[in-house]
């Protein structure tokens, strides 16, 4: 009698065992639990996003010491629609979205671009910047180009590295090698060279620091856009979708227009060649 109670006791006390661990499996509505980013951040009350901060005018660090740019503002929206504040950290490039799967951070706001490659790991939003690889020429376009096939013969200024040296020599073009963006843009006023190719902040930014300078846009090429966009852990869809809300949501307002006017002075906010 005394066996057949030990071994009921004990049974009783597996089953009670294995339902309280069933239990912490569930939430108190008794749906499974699901990896929720969106609520751990908003308990948090922070929204931790990874820069780089020596990325003008994307994001730097001011002469006041302060997080600024373009990618700093949008974050700074994002956060505020979020009910949440925003933590900055700063990384170098290579270790950015590697922090997202470390945790370090919850996302990063900083230029990035949602190639195909990176869509494999990462779900990104709706892109919230255009940037445009352009052919520039001295003002007033005077060799006329308006494509890829005009520059056959031409001379560009620009560094051995750059990934279209390949492609324009295929195009029969000659490089004149130069360090920066100061020398490259040189080249062409000077007329030691034809023409260089910046995309728009690039450009923005030597204007800015240039005004006198007489540069202007032959044309931009359509082969060559970048989409910025905010990534996010893959399953997250929840956040994603968080994320995809506040940009509508800037789009709408004006206020996305408004950060791009202020530092690249011109809007970069829709890709120029959309349907």
Not at 115 to 130: I, N, V, W
Not at 140 to 154: A, F, I, V
Request: aromatic share 10%; charged share 25%.
């Amino acid at each position: 009698m005394k066996k057949k109670i030990t071994f009921l006791f004990v049974l009783v006390l597996v089953l009670s065992l294995f339902t309280g661990c069933t239990k912490k499996e569930e939430t108190p509505s008794g749906e499974p639990e699901v990896n929720d980013q969106l609520a751990a951040i908003q308990n948090a009350g922070k929204l931790v996003v990874g820069i780089e901060g020596t990325y003008k005018p994307f994001n730097f660090v001011d002469d006041n010491g302060n997080y600024a740019g373009y990618d700093v503002d949008v974050a700074r929206a994002v956060a505020e629609h979020l009910g949440v504040e925003v933590e900055f950290v700063m990384a170098e490039w290579d270790a950015l979205l590697v922090g997202i799967d470390a945790g370090r951070w919850d996302t990063v706001i900083a230029d990035v671009t949602a190639t195909d490659e990176r869509r494999e790991k990462y779900d990104f939003s709706d892109p919230y910047c255009f940037t445009a690889r352009q052919v520039v020429v001295n003002k007033g376009n005077p060799l006329e180009l308006h494509s890829l096939e005009d520059l056959n013969g031409l001379r560009i200024a620009t560094n051995a590295t750059n990934s279209w040296v390949p492609r324009l020599e295929e195009l029969g073009v000659t490089i004149v090698p130069i360090d920066d963006t100061t020398q490259c843009a040189q080249a062409v006023l000077s007329g030691n060279a034809d023409f260089c190719m910046f995309n728009d902040v690039v450009l923005s930014e030597y204007r800015e620091n240039h005004p006198e300078s007489e540069l202007e846009v032959a044309f931009k090429i359509e082969s060559d856009i970048n989409e910025v966009s905010i990534p996010c852990r893959k399953g997250e869809e929840r956040l994603l979708a968080e994320f995809n809300a506040a940009i509508a949501e800037l789009r709408e307002n004006g206020k996305l227009v408004e950060f791009s006017n202020k530092w690249f002075h011109q809007d970069l906010t829709y890709n120029p060649f959309a349907e």
